[in-house]
């Protein structure tokens, strides 16, 4: 049994597989360069920073989230000392 051309047609596979996917993300990543490109030349320009200067005054759900999660993380801190306390 001769061997050699099995191994020989099997690496000869392996290369042409592993071509065809070097090739298939190279036009991937050449795509999405052309998609980023075009992108960012072809957005809407961003609003300055000054314009926005007004910070509300009020109180935002967002500033109770932050509490609330404060107390939690300060109440299982005090549980976590008690346990490796005792």
């Known amino acids: 049994m001769n061997e ?20 298939f993300l190279a036009l991937l990543v050449a795509a ?18 000054n314009a926005s200067k007004h910070v509300p005054a009020v109180v935002t759900q967002d500033d109770h989230l932050i509490a609330a999660i404060s107390a939690v993380l300060h ?6 000392n008690k346990q490796v306390q005792a």
């Not at 960012?40 to 961003?46: D, G, L, Q, R, V």
């Open 32 to 49: 999405t360069r052309l998609l980023s490109t075009l992108s960012i030349k072809f957005s809407p320009p961003e609003k300055s920073a």
């Open 4 to 23: 050699g051309p099995i191994i020989l047609e099997g690496v000869n596979l392996m290369f042409l597989g592993m071509g065809f996917v070097f090739c």
């Open 75 to 80: 109440h299982h801190n005090q549980k976590t």
